[in-house]
């Protein structure tokens, strides 16, 4: 071996990926959400803190930093408001992401911003969350922005909604009250459009009380503290049947002893792949079977929900980017549709109007979408539908798109994965809309 | 003086097995994306952990294809040798295309004025070198190690970070990004920095790399050298460190955390010699990598900040 190498080459190495252990845990991934001051800084420091996930020269650094921003004690929220101008403001404008780890499992937490303007940004880091923990001020209670966040939330597909009722020792640890804001928020998720299980927990972020170790301050609650519940929490795993691959690129090698490679690189959305399973290439409808599964470069013989595999197909079947391979008998299989209707998230200045045309990435498809209806927008704090004839940055509203080309459309609510897409702005390129798939329609305008 | 080394640890004690999995998809997917969308990406490959690891996906990704790729190396002059070593060795057993961006020569040509004095560190000169190379071979993304676990300026960045036609990072106007939809469109002139380990921290990237059984060079295992202390940072003797005034060389049993320019980059004490041993000295670490290791990032509180607003990694 050579004097400067450690470890052995690739070629030789044979590593399979790890068999699924249902002992094991799945990553949580935790967004927090709620107003501005609420406290959601503080809480991802002190989980960070109390979890001895903070490294010395980072709470060296924080100490410093809270002297000089005249903070009279450690302002844990330093830990996750990392820019100099969130610093020198105390706010958080962009989302930040943390990593801990407990016997139990991982986390990857994202602390998103609680001010309107940065909306977009809360956006970012509550889609890719399992869980919402939306902290509420005790002394406020729910404001417009913990039905605003809940709302995006739930929409954006969090399986849970925690809400820390927060600055519980700023009220005297009063049940009554804490109780009061649980019930309201549970009212107002449960009469969302996508309304999840919500839970709810009285805690001081600031002085750690039931985040880490159950508070005493608190005997009425029965509940564990935040970390234990999100210890437990079950994640569910898709499994819904009828396996999807969203192709992103044909694998082919050029010469040497694979010259005759054909594969179809992406990512199993839902379900279980399996060698010899009948597949439809959509939105051709030809019809083959899997021939062959690779994922991390190494046969296997099965894969499922969220692995990155390679796929033969027994036939010589046309398959490009944007197709869509899909396995089995789903029980709601997705339509090839030119017209869709869609909830969408607003994220830049312009406004969307009726005619406005826009790029739109749907899986791996990419093509222009052009606005043809605006049905409404949701009243974030009512939940009303306003009639209106544009959506202006942060509001959420129903719009109806024409596609320049199809795409293998599913319903966001049976499918999650291929029933979402983003606009994307053409004169900037910036990303300006997150939508989910409503229905599939003709252009049909509700009277 | 240096900790005996502990015990050889079991593979799986530290992170979940799954977990790995997961960010294993996960990066596979996003170079897969942004190689497929962009029309010339590049990887960064400094000789450091974290971008063998990247590289190491990335061939896993397009298996049984090459890698559709070249990769980069800005080199500042300042070198660990075994570092140069591995390097070459791994492009060639890897059967790599190797692209070598040269900061001496950005310093020759005029590009940069290196700063000079017993602590001046070519680190900030090439993010100039990088943006020069970038455009040079009109590549339109660049693949990064850079993992959000590092430093709270990192922790801020998109898994698909934006960068104008300067070059720069704009904090407060990052695109959004909802789910794994990434939006990889951009004008001519202007590129984008991918970061596939966003969601990795240390201790994943030792757990892969025992795994998958990824190269590495020496200096990140435990072995004699001749360093001085300054700032409470062990420094190499005999490269681009010049002793200052009372200051004594010793030999220690050290190994590196992270590599970067030597001029900057600290070693730490350490008898892990072994993947198991690091894992075991990464699971109880208390201080963060760059916080060992890095003079540059200890400079001011917003130092990665102001270099990434540069067009730094």
Known sequence: ?447 | MSQPAPTTPAFDDYVSPVHLDELTDEAITIIREVATECENPVLLFSGGKDSAVLLHLARLAFAPARLPFPVMHVDTGHNFAEVIDYRDRLVKDWNVRLVIASVQESIDSGRVVEDVGPRASRNRLQSVTLLDALAEHGFDAAFGGGRRDEDKARAKERILSFRDRQGRWDPRQQRPEPWALLNPRIRKGEHLRAFPLSNWTELDIWQYIARHDVPLPTIYFSHTRTVVERDGMLLAVGGPVALEAGEQPFDEVVRYRTVGDASCTGAIRSAASTLGHILAETAAARITERGATRADDTFSESAMEDRKREGYF
């Not at chain 1, 801990?100 to 509550?126: C, E």
């Not at chain 1, 923990?133 to 729910?142: F, K, M, P, Y």
Request: glycine residues 8%; hydrophobic residues 40%; charged residues 20%.
């Open chain 1, 1 to 447: 071996m050579d004097s400067s190498m450690v470890g052995t080459d690739l070629r030789s190495a044979s590593v399979a990926p790890s068999e699924p252990d249902t002992a094991v845990r799945t990553t949580l991934r935790i967004a927090t959400a709620g107003s501005v001051d609420d406290g959601k800084s503080t809480l991802i420091g002190r989980l960070l803190h109390d979890t001895k996930t903070v490294f010395e020269d980072q709470l060296k650094a924080v100490e410093k930093a809270s002297r000089r921003y005249g903070d009279g004690e450690t302002n844990l929220a330093l830990l996750t408001d990392g820019l100099r101008a969130e610093r020198e403001q105390g706010i958080t404008i962009d989302v930040a992401h943390r990593y801990f780890t407990t016997p139990l499992r991982s986390f990857i937490v994202a602390d998103t911003p609680g001010h309107a303007q940065y909306t977009r940004n809360m956006v970012t880091g509550a889609s890719t969350s399992d869980i919402a923990i939306v902290l509420v001020d005790a002394r406020h209670g729910v404001v417009d922005q913990t039905r605003r966040h809940s709302l995006i939330a739930t929409m954006l597909g969090v399986e849970a909604i925690v809400v820390a009722v927060n600055k519980m020792d700023l009220v005297g640890w009063d049940q009554a009250e804490y109780e009061r804001i649980s019930k309201e928020v549970h009212a107002f998720v449960d009469g969302l459009p996508h309304p999840v299980p919500v839970f709810s927990i009285p805690m001081s972020a600031l002085l750690g009380d039931n985040v880490v170790a159950t508070s005493t301050n608190t005997p009425w609650y029965d509940g564990p503290p935040l970390l234990t519940f999100l210890e437990q929490f079950d994640a569910s795993v898709e499994s819904l049947p009828g396996a999807r691959v969203h192709v992103q690129r044909v694998i082919r090698p050029q010469g040497g002893d694979h010259a005759d490679f054909r594969g179809y690189a992406g990512v199993v959305a839902a379900g279980t792949l399996t060698i010899g399973e009948p597949i439809t290439v959509l939105p051709s409808g030809r019809t083959t079977k899997v021939s062959g599964l690779h994922r991390w470069g190494q046969p296997v013989a099965d894969a499922g929900a969220g692995h990155a595999v390679v796929v033969e197909l027994a036939d010589d079947v046309d398959v490009a980017r944007g197709d869509v391979l899909v396995a089995g008998d789903a029980t709601h299989p997705p339509e090839v549709a030119e017209d869709i209707v869609i909830d969408v998230c607003w994220m830049i200045d312009q406004p969307l109007l009726v005619g406005t045309r826009h790029w739109f990435k749907h899986g791996t498809r990419t093509g222009h979408a052009t606005v043809t209806a605006i049905e409404h927008r949701y009243d974030l704090v009512s939940l009303e539908h306003e009639p209106t004839d544009e959506l202006v940055l942060n509001d959420i509203g129903r719009v109806h798109l024409r596609l320049s080309e199809p795409i293998v459309a599913d319903l966001y609510r049976h499918h999650a994965e291929g029933g979402r897409l983003i606009l994307i702005d053409a004169a900037s390129n910036t990303t300006a809309g997150a939508a989910m798939i409503a229905a599939i329609s003709a252009w049909s305008p509700e009277i």
